[in-house]
């Protein structure tokens, strides 16, 4: 407990808690192609000098979703041609390699802006959708009994990864009582992870580094928490920092705290609370000492990690999926001109950017996912806070967009062939007309009229005149055409 202007301020502690440090990416090489590269990517053992693999492929352990939508994610090679996406995980053989602590339980100390925090990198994974966007997923772990103003802090710390890239550390035993000091990044951890991969784009970065992670917390607020006495403000005020990863000064409008007008809000059990933010997704709960608090202890707590995480993760892949495909459409030629000068490539790149967006829409967005109705009730918030299906408005604009191109360029063909077939019309015409006028000048000068043959130069002087400016004009007629 602290006191500030003579108010008590009650720092509660954390019962359990996760938090994801999830930072999202696009890969210019296809999925396939690099699927196969982080499945061979090794590591050599210093102790035999033998060589390992680097990650191993995992599967989530879901409750009740769709039979469909279980398998999107899945490493069961029945299911191969339904999932979407592919889930590794960091073996901890491998972390050493990594310059990361050897044991997953080890301390690392973060210091920002003269703040003091510590936690460990508990586990590191690997995601990759068929959509050639993914995610590199940190599992932060805080020590037991860490107060929530310390975790909330030091999540908002946390998410620059790339303006505190140089403020973690841990010590290393070198010997029976010496250490030497290592420093971990984050922003360097996900560029070594990536390093035999192709990165497009980190969405936000600085000079070509990662330079925002999104987060995604949960925290069960221990026994001394009386929702009743506090009406929920407490919680509300910690859920409105968790979901957005801001720090305790920033004056937040007093709808921030309203769950019953909020979009960003939403209560699925008495004690349990959602937030959802374009910075992150977080969870609140607290125990009512009943016998409910086992569920928050062990199944909800896990559930949190795998089944909401999962759908979480799902709708970010939608998400930045859609963002992607803007940024690729950006690239394509800006106007139909250009398009004409390197057609072949130019076709190329929008047939197979309108075929990457048509297989999203079938394979990777969905409305419904789960027989249960407060996980599907957490999706659809997921979805309408990420404001999916404006995306998606926007993604079938881009298609009809690149239907209308093509369509373009078919009509300026059609046109180019209608003048080629009007020029060469006319050069019969031009043609026929000389044969004609050749006729006609010859009749005259054979027969006996007029009598005065000085009138045949004034009838063929014209005619020759009207052929000649035929000629100049199917001349010119003919240059146009090649220029087009």
């Not at 769709?66 to 899945?74: E, G, K, S, T, V």
């Not at 394509?332 to 076709?347: F, G």
């Not at 990420?386 to 995306?391: A, F, G, K, P, S």
């Amino acid at each position: 407990m602290e006191r500030k202007a003579g108010i008590k301020m009650y720092r509660y502690k954390s019962e359990t808690q996760s938090t994801f440090l999830i930072v999202p990416f696009a890969i210019k090489s296809s999925y396939e192609e690099t699927i196969e590269k982080i499945t061979n990517a090794e590591f050599v053992k210093k102790k035999n000098n033998e060589s390992e693999k680097i990650w191993k492929e995992e599967s989530f352990n879901q409750h009740r979703l769709f039979a469909h939508i279980n398998r999107l994610i899945d490493k069961d090679s029945i299911h191969k041609n339904e999932a979407i996406g592919t889930r590794f995980a960091l073996k901890h053989e491998a972390r050493a390699t990594f310059n990361l602590p050897k044991n997953n339980n080890d301390l690392m100390e973060f210091t920002p802006d003269g703040q003091k925090f510590q936690f460990a990198i508990s586990g590191v994974h690997f995601y990759l959708f068929e959509t050639q966007t993914g995610f590199v997923v940190f599992d932060i772990k805080y020590p037991i009994g860490q107060e929530i103003d310390d975790i909330i802090l030091c999540n908002y710390y946390l998410k620059k990864i790339y303006q505190y890239k140089d403020e973690l550390r841990y010590f290393k035993r070198t010997g029976k009582n010496t250490y030497d000091e290592e420093k971990v990044s984050f922003c360097q951890l996900v560029q070594e992870f990536l390093s035999n991969v192709t990165v497009d784009t980190y969405f936000e970065e600085i000079k070509k580094l990662p330079s925002y992670a999104l987060i995604y917390s949960s925290v069960l607020m221990d026994s001394n928490y009386n929702s009743v006495q506090d009406n929920n403000k407490q919680l509300l005020t910690y859920l409105f920092r968790m979901r957005r990863s801001f720090k305790e000064t920033y004056a937040a409008a007093p709808s921030e705290y309203d769950p019953d007008n909020n979009d960003e809000i939403i209560q699925l059990f008495e004690n349990s609370f959602w937030g959802v933010s374009l910075e992150g997704a977080a969870h609140i709960a607290y125990l009512k000492n009943d016998e409910s608090d086992t569920f928050f202890k062990e199944t909800h707590a896990a559930n949190i990690r795998d089944v909401y995480f999962y759908l979480y993760i799902l709708v970010l892949n939608q998400y930045y999926t859609l963002q992607y495909f803007s940024i690729l459409a950006s690239r394509l030629p800006a106007t139909l001109e250009e398009y004409l000068e390197d057609k072949k490539d130019a076709q190329k790149d929008m047939e197979s950017l309108k075929s990457k967006m048509v297989f999203f829409i079938l394979r990777c967005s969905f409305k419904q996912v789960s027989f249960i109705t407060h996980q599907t009730a957490l999706y659809e918030m997921f979805r309408r806070v990420l404001r999916i299906e404006d995306l998606m408005d926007e993604l079938h604009l881009e298609i009809e967009a690149l239907s209308s191109i093509t369509e373009m360029e078919k009509s300026k063909r059609s046109k180019k062939i209608e003048n080629i077939i009007l020029a060469v019309t006319t050069g019969f015409v031009i043609l026929s007309t000389i044969n004609d006028s050749t006729g006609l000048i010859s009749f005259i000068d054979n027969s006996h009229w007029p009598a005065n043959k000085s009138y045949t130069p004034w009838i063929a002087t014209p005619l020759w005149g009207g052929i000649g400016l035929g000629g100049i004009y199917l001349v010119r007629k003919i240059l146009e055409l090649r220029k087009k």
